[in-house]
């Protein structure tokens, strides 16, 4: 009731009494009315002067950054099936995304975090070829080292600006190859390595049979750190304009404070990731700087509920959604040889390790040969090597295919690495790429030391002269040693007369490049082994030429083989195995490298020949 009256009394108050609006009007009417004057012309009524509308703020200006962070491994391969395609590391990925930020209208700049790389020169040349794509669009490349090793200040040093906080290092002191011996180690526990070679450079076997390199294998790795010593300063001297005298001097001296390093011209900025954020933002004249962290990655939606969720575990296991339909009539396949080669199928080991499987990979370059949309094939390489059996499969289904076929190599392409790309029409490598290594290796692990020193006996029945040729239990005869090197003399033949045929040289001059010996691309280009120095792109690119396409003719990519789906991975055989490596991996990563390595000379040895490339060489 009380707010009743108060709302009665506020309306009394605006309304007015009848009594007194009725006796305002009668006065009014009582004046006499005023004596009328002649018409005037009034002047032309101007017209209402429009209100003015307040002008609206301006909008304040946003510059977007595609923030990525580049650090670890980043594998060849097509990568992940389904909804972890774009969320697990591949380098086909992070290009993609560097590329497509490139594209992107919105994109103004590209910060690149740059952590511990675990990667090869020829897949950092990869990464440097994308941020000088990138580069060209118009837009700004930064680097962000925390701290910074040879690897990582070589892909800074291919953007516009190298930025680094004031407690950070920049560590730069050269290349350096390490060989590491086993045979000491060996000769304590009673096993023995009885290896044979063909090709005095062919050093795969020394690491068992010898406390140090040969003459010729320290020659070969000499040559090798030679060339990338020299390309990392010309790459250095390139993108800080300086000379290759001053960068060289400067590494001499290799490891710098952020301070030292700017003074040395080594780096642009000292400042905090905050700092420079607000540096970067007057510098692109933006009110507002919008960071995208993680530029084009995906996220997992991990929300399961419903039958909507159910669709998506499906796919998660099934290998996510169907393929979208082709853009282009045309098809290039790329097909991927990443791994040790062996024969049988593709697997993952135990211990974390991928191989290539010679079925596998030939069905694979036989499904892009068969597919009637596929004019030109690439075949994508990083592998040491293998089986010579399984090397051969593959390296025949190369040349019987009647498209155009282009090898193109990554980190490693060496020995049955390059048996494989020998056969292909053109062959692209990195200047980094170490390649060549054709050579014959072959032998056995002889365990009868470690048997006597833990007591164990071994009596044999034999019938045949070489019966007991691959016996763990002692060395060759002379006579099966004999028969060993005839054999591998004659695939050594065969590698060289193909390889020769390949390269349309004679087989003297491919000799002369052969034993065993390994390159550099760049020195492998020179030397007439491989045809243009260049990255998986510039491989595409001569597939279109071979396949008579126009250089700017719009083709869809056929990845081969494909990658397996989640529910293959968690049910088959390496589900196990790799769950067993990541523990190994976590609690003791030296171990679990040991046992890696260990696993797959076992694996390797199994075959009576190798084309095997130094496996031990780790330039760093």
């Known amino acids: ?251 001499d001296q290799g490891l710098f404070p952020a301070a030292a390093a700017r003074a040395a011209g080594l780096i642009d900025r000292v400042v905090y990731p905050d700092q420079f954020e607000e540096q970067l933002r007057k510098e692109l004249g933006a009110d507002e700087l919008d960071l995208v962290t993680d530029y084009g990655k995906k996220k997992i939606d991990t929300d399961f509920s419903g039958l909507g969720g159910l669709m998506k575990l499906m796919q998660l296991f099934t290998g996510g959604k169907p393929e979208k339909a082709a853009k282009a009539e ?74 155009p076929v282009i090898a193109s190599m990554s980190d490693v392409a060496a020995s049955g690495g390059y048996y494989i790309a020998m056969g292909a029409d053109r062959i692209v490598a990195a200047p980094g790429t170490v390649t060549g290594s054709i050579g014959v290796v072959g032998g056995k692990i002889v365990l009868g030391g470690l048997y006597d020193k833990i007591g164990l006996s071994t009596e044999v029945i034999s019938r045949g002269a070489l019966s007991g040729a691959f016996s763990s239990e002692a060395p060759f005869t002379p006579e099966e040693r004999a028969a060993m090197q005839k054999l591998l003399r004659d695939i050594y033949r065969q590698f060289v007369g193909k390889a020769a045929q390949g390269r349309k040289m004679s087989p003297k001059e491919l000799e002369n490049l052969a034993q065993g010996r390994i390159w550099t691309g760049k020195a492998a280009l020179e030397n007439g082994l491989v045809d243009e120095l260049g990255t998986l792109e510039d491989a595409i690119a001569a597939a279109k030429k071979a396949a008579g396409l126009k250089p700017d003719e719009e083709v869809d990519l056929l990845i081969l083989p494909k990658p397996k789906t989640l529910f293959e991975q968690l049910f088959g055989s390496e589900d196990v195995s790799a769950r067993v490596s990541a523990e190994l991996e976590r609690l003791a990563p030296d171990l679990a490298e040991t046992a890696r390595r260990s696993h797959l000379l076992r694996r390797l040895l199994s075959e009576p020949t190798l084309f095997w490339m130094p496996f031990e060489l780790r330039l760093r």
């Open 1 to 251: 009731m009380r707010r009743l009256g108060i709302v009665i009394w506020m309306v009394c108050l605006v309304s007015l009494p009848p009594a007194a609006a009725l006796s305002a009007a009668e006065a009014e009417k009582s004046k006499p009315a005023p004596a009328k004057k002649p018409a005037e012309k009034q002047p032309a009524a101007k017209p209402a002067k429009e209100k003015a509308q307040p002008k609206a703020a301006p909008k304040p200006k946003q510059a977007t950054v595609a923030v990525m962070t580049l650090g670890g491994d980043y594998p060849e391969g097509p990568g992940a099936p389904g909804l972890f395609a774009e969320i697990l590391p591949s380098l086909r990925s992070i290009i993609g995304r560097i590329d497509a930020a490139a594209k992107e209208d919105d994109v103004d700049a590209l910060w690149l975090r740059i952590e511990p790389l675990a990667i090869g020169r020829a897949k950092i040349h990869e990464l440097r070829a994308a941020i000088a794509r990138f580069r060209k669009s118009g837009k700004p490349v930064y680097a962000e080292l925390s701290s910074g090793d040879g690897s990582q200040y070589l892909l800074a040093a291919a953007c516009d600006e190298i930025v680094m906080p004031p407690g950070g290092m920049l560590l730069v002191p050269g290349v350096r190859a390490e060989v590491t011996f086993y045979k000491g180690l060996l000769e304590k526990l009673g096993i023995q390595f009885d290896m044979l070679q063909m090709g005095k450079y062919k050093g795969a076997a020394e690491p068992f049979t010898r406390t140090e390199m040969s003459p010729p294998l320290r020659e070969s790795i000499e040559a090798v750190v030679d060339q990338t010593y020299e390309g990392l300063a010309s790459a250095i001297a390139e993108g800080r304009g300086m000379k290759d005298y001053q960068v060289k001097t400067l590494i």
């Open 330 to 403: 045309k098809k290039i396949a790329v097909v991927y040889a990443v791994g040790p080669i062996m024969p049988g199928k593709s697997a993952s080991d135990l211990f974390g390790g991928s191989y290539v499987g010679s079925t596998t990979l030939v069905k694979a370059l036989g499904q892009a040969a068969d597919h009637e949309d596929v004019v030109a094939i690439v075949l994508r390489i990083d592998s040491p090597g293998g089986s010579a059996v399984a090397s051969d499969l593959i390296w025949r289904e190369t040349v019987r295919i009647e498209k």
